[in-house]
């Protein structure tokens, strides 16, 4: 446990931020999976609208530090493999 004052505030500080970041990162899962799913059913509109709406939200990750720059390229190459794949 935390002794010092500070140490005691950097652990409450820590502690508010692991919960917005659990938060953020479930979002960002969510937006990924729908694409994922769209891409499964063969919904080739359903998937390309879910993809548009998922980079926005992976490109706001990385600028939040909650991924790193190069996952969330990776993540969006990925995804739009899969949904070239459906041609």
């Known amino acids: 446990m935390a002794n010092s004052p500070q140490a005691r505030k950097r652990a409450r500080q820590a502690e508010k931020s692991r919960i917005r970041n659990a938060g953020q990162r479930s979002n960002l899962r969510t937006f990924v999976k729908k694409v994922l ?51």
């Open 37 to 87: 799913a769209a891409v499964r059913a063969g919904d080739k509109e359903q998937a390309q609208s879910a993809f548009k709406t998922a980079v926005p939200v992976i490109d706001s990750a990385v600028t939040k530090g909650l991924i790193h720059k190069n996952k969330a390229a990776r993540s969006k190459s990925r995804l739009n493999d899969r949904l070239r794949a459906m041609a």
